[in-house]
């Protein structure tokens, strides 16, 4: 019920297409039930030597004198035995009700069957197989209706999953990690449509079958119809048993295939150390348990949805013979009545029990069916936990009610008393430390600063406040006294440009990723900012220049033609704030002085964060003041003479890179 309704605002725009289906299943279910119904007149033709019309006379007659004699004993009963007059006058009533249905066969049907028997089979043959085709031609209008609403709503949820995920902020995106929310949105939603298919097409289809059939059967005999579904609670109870240990399993399964996901990824994205350190074998292995976990969830499910459907089955069995051995009784006794209970209006015939064992029967096939689907059910509902996890989780870096106007930098950045952790749970009995600790310092517009420190110091944790990637725990990051978090994100990061170590690019051409800053810049702003970033001298010599395609994360191009690119974009937004995340390090000596200079020229006029461990001649060139930083706080601010004066841990560092020159 809770999956139904969350999914209900995606299906809602579908609504008439829903309906549609529904009536075709509705005429599915009559078509159904009306072909198990032939039963009742073959068998009477077949086997009792009489045609339809002179059956009915018969029973006319015989209902008729039934009457007769109920009314005259009715009214030689005495008038102070209540509970028997009232029983008798019941049966009359049962009585009349069926002489009117045969006075308006006899009337409105009749006329149209044949006197002659085979004829009459012929007929009846002929209406089954009339029926059968339109039946499949409701089926296959139920099934594409139902399949195009399937498709466009699983579309929806996708990109409705997708458009949210991209609205959370960056720590809640890594700590989900990027495997599990591939593995949601592609196969969790598959395992989502299964169920959603099941539900539209079985779930609707195969109770409006069993209700059709059980709806002829209490025309035919409700006494009995209505003895064979005191089994139903127990079914009911059974399938909520299941369910609930279904849904568990099958959200185990689902978690176990982002392990799958999430090998992958990690083995293919670090294919090159994987050959290079020859751990093919390590990954083998990994793969093998996340597969052999799979397994052994999927099994659990199996076990279970294979338990499920015999045991339903055998339910519904014992749920026909409750009917049809009573039933059989009344046959070979003629009789109406077992034990002084009347099961019947009249004695019954073969021809009514045939009937009713086959409508009974034909509900016990829709529950089999409906059984068979349970398991599909659970897991589904299962995947929709999982996605609506997704699309119920909130940003930890939210946007302001009131936003406030945000013009240009132009005075300063203030960092005033930051304070962060990124997990407060402990882990193997200690708590996590603070990544920042009452930080505070102060950038004026224009300045180059330099962050540098240890690894775990906190320089990316630092300035990953500035673009809002996350939020401070205490204390404010100002941008020209205005706090980052009462300015719109997109206002804020409009006037940030980035460039990282790891270079991310798309797998697109070159063009387009240097447009990706800014999507309306014209073809001179981008030649102009390829230009400045020393783009063109390598494009220039490619066969489709600007529009080279440089495949899956750049693979296509070297590790410096990347970063110029990557350059290139952050030049192209022309930010009044850059921040520079170990940019060069990855560089051989030549890229980095391209890069170097491409910056001197770039960060007049602007304010610039340079993360690095690297400190050189080159770097000092362009930097106006450094900040050293040592577990989560500023150990000292200056210039580079000034560090190396007092500051100890700033003194490590340098010669530390003093000796990686060297050698």
Request: hydrophobic share 45%; net charge positive; glycine share 6%.
């Amino acid at each position: 019920m809770e999956t139904a309704s969350r999914l209900f605002p995606f299906v809602w725009p579908y609504r008439r297409k829903a309906i549609l289906s529904i009536i075709c299943a509705l005429f599915i279910s009559v078509l159904w039930a009306g072909n198990l119904s032939t039963v009742l007149p073959m068998v009477r033709v077949l086997f009792q030597q009489k045609n339809l019309h002179q059956y009915v006379d018969e029973q006319i007659d015989l209902v008729e004198a039934d009457i007769e004699q109920r009314k005259a004993a009715i009214e030689k009963m005495a008038a102070s035995d209540v509970e028997r007059r009232a029983r008798a006058q019941r049966y009359q009533s049962d009585a009349t009700r069926q002489l009117s249905f045969l006075a308006t066969t006899r009337h409105y049907v009749l006329p149209y069957v044949p006197v002659d028997r085979f004829n009459t089979i012929a007929l009846i043959f002929g209406c089954f197989l009339i029926a059968t085709f339109l039946k499949g031609i409701f089926i296959y209008l139920q099934e594409i209706l139902v399949g195009g609403i399937v498709n466009r709503v699983i579309v929806d949820v996708r990109k409705k999953c997708f458009r949210h995920a991209l609205t959370l902020d960056y720590q809640t995106i890594a700590a989900a990690g990027p495997s599990n929310l591939i593995s949601r949105i592609t196969n969790d939603v598959e395992t989502l449509a299964v169920g959603l298919r099941t539900v539209m097409v079985r779930l609707v289809r195969e109770p409006l079958k069993a209700g059709g059939c059980i709806a002829f059967a209490f025309v035919l005999n409700w006494r009995l119809t209505l003895l064979s579904m005191i089994v139903v609670p127990c079914i009911g109870l059974l399938f909520a048993k299941f369910g609930k240990s279904l849904k568990k399993a099958s959200k185990g399964t689902l978690q176990s295939m982002s392990g799958i996901y999430k090998g992958l990824s990690e083995t293919f994205d670090s294919l090159k150390i994987v050959i290079a350190f020859g751990a093919a074998r390590r990954h083998r292995r990994q793969f093998h348990l996340a597969n052999k976990e799979y397994l052994n969830k999927s099994m659990k499910v199996i076990r279970l949805s294979a338990l499920a459907r015999p045991t339903t089955e055998l339910m519904g069995t014992i749920a026909v013979l409750c009917a049809v051995i009573p039933g059989t009784y009344l046959v070979l006794r003629g009789t109406d009545e077992i034990w002084g209970i009347k099961l019947s209006q009249g004695a019954m015939d073969i021809a009514q029990l045939s009937a009713l064992y086959a409508l009974l029967a034909g509900t016990l096939d829709s529950v089999r069916k409906l059984s068979s689907v349970y398991g599909d059910l659970k897991r589904s509902a299962a995947a929709s936990d999982r996605l609506f996890e997704i699309l119920n989780e909130k940003t930890k870096v939210p946007e302001p009610k009131e936003p406030q106007i945000f013009n240009r930098h132009s005075r300063d950045i203030r960092f005033e008393n930051l304070s962060f952790s990124y997990s407060q749970e402990a882990i193997d009995g200690n708590v996590r430390p603070p990544a920042l600790r009452n930080l505070s310092f102060t950038v004026s517009a224009g300045e180059v600063v330099a962050v540098i420190g240890e690894n775990g110091s906190g320089k990316s944790t630092l300035l990953n406040m500035l673009p809002r990637f996350t939020d401070p725990d205490q204390g404010a990051v100002l941008i020209d006294g205005v706090d980052v978090r009462q300015i719109r994100s997109s206002d804020l990061r409009s006037q940030i440009g980035i460039v990282t170590q790891e270079t991310q690019l798309f797998d697109d051409t070159i063009a387009e990723n240097i447009r990706y800053s800014k999507p309306d810049a014209t073809w001179e702003e981008i030649e102009e900012a390829a230009k400045q970033a020393h783009v063109i001298p390598f494009v220039s010599h490619l066969p489709g220049g600007f529009s080279t395609q440089i495949g899956e994360k750049g693979q296509k191009l070297s590790g410096g033609q990347r970063q110029r690119i990557a350059l290139a974009r952050a030049i192209l937004r022309d930010p009044s704030i850059l921040i520079l995340d170990e940019a060069t390090s990855a560089l051989d000596s030549q890229s980095e002085n391209i890069i170097h200079r491409v910056l001197k020229q770039f960060v007049r006029g602007r304010t610039v964060f340079v993360i690095t461990h690297v400190i050189n001649d080159t770097f000092l060139d362009l930097v106006t003041r450094i900040v050293v930083m040592d577990a989560g706080t500023v150990a000292a601010i200056g210039t580079h003479e000034e560090l190396l004066k007092t500051c100890p841990i700033y003194q490590r560092l340098y010669h530390s890179n003093d000796r990686q020159r060297v050698a």
